[in-house]
T-cell receptor
Framework: AQSVTQPDIHITVSEGASLELRCNYSYGATPYLFWYVQSPGQGLQLLLKYFSGDTLVQGIKGFEAEFKRSQSSFNLRKPSVHWSDAAEYFCAVGILTGGGNKLTFGTGTQLKVEL | GAGVSQSPSNKVTEKGKDVELRCDPISGHTALYWYRQSLGQGLEFLIYFQGNSAPDKSGLPSDRFSAERTGGSVSTLTIQRTQQEDSAVYLC???????????????FGNGTRLTVT
């Protein structure tokens, strides 16, 4: 069965600093990988996704993620964090189920941004 | 346009009571998912509906949990004889899945926060 590990429960960065959130996955086939963000009182929003091709994917809000098969990782990065980026971030791996996609999520990383 | 709507947004119930949580997906979305978000546990898949196919119930944690989707639209998640460990945020998502499509984006609702006292 597939699984996702986000080793950092909480991360604090200063506004303007760079950010990297770690994600490791376990899946027997080519994974479909996702990063979602959940802001306080908001639903989950898709930041970016990886299916195939270029291993560096760009997302919304200036985020990017790099797929490294050798490390089974899909880390999320942002060069300069804004205070509005404070939220909880979830990495997920997807499998196809009869045309749909069922996601397995990590436990999330809570990001705090210091001004 | 309207997104995925869940009601109620908050529900407090006493242990042992039954609760029903409702999800209105985006119009035209054929796939519907329920997830549970517990503190420190991330999001846990519960059940998946796709069109008229039999639902994937592999994530339901016990037989106290059930869900149905009427007319391919609105879904209700029912928890019978609630326990304190059922306290969580229950999220619904829908997707415009098309036959043969590799992937369709999930659109999440804001969830129902269930507290069992």
């Amino acid at each position: 069965a597939q699984s996702v590990t986000q080793p950092d429960i909480h991360i604090t960065v200063s506004e303007g600093a760079s950010l990297e959130l770690r994600c490791n996955y376990s899946y027997g086939a080519t994974p479909y990988l996702f990063w979602y963000v959940q802001s306080p009182g908001q639903g989950l929003q898709l930041l970016l996704k990886y299916f195939s091709g270029d291993t560096l994917v760009q997302g919304i809000k200036g985020f990017e993620a790099e797929f490294k098969r050798s490390q089974s990782s899909f880390n999320l990065r942002k060069p300069s964090v804004h205070w509005s980026d404070a939220a909880e971030y979830f990495c997920a791996v997807g499998i196809l189920t009869g045309g749909g996609n069922k996601l397995t999520f990590g436990t999330g990383t809570q990001l705090k941004v210091e001004l | 346009g309207a997104g995925v709507s869940q009601s109620p947004s908050n529900k407090v119930t006493e242990k042992g009571k039954d609760v029903e949580l409702r999800c209105d997906p985006i119009s035209g979305h054929t796939a519907l998912y329920w997830y549970r978000q517990s503190l420190g546990q991330g999001l846990e898949f519960l059940i998946y509906f796709q069109g008229n196919s039999a639902p994937d119930k592999s994530g339901l944690p016990s037989d106290r949990f059930s869900a149905e989707r009427t007319g391919g639209s609105v879904s209700t998640l029912t928890i019978q004889r609630t326990q304190q460990e059922d306290s969580a945020v229950y999220l619904c998502a829908s997707s415009p899945t098309r036959a043969g499509a590799v992937y369709s984006p999930l659109h999440f609702g804001n969830g129902t926060r269930l507290t069992v006292t």
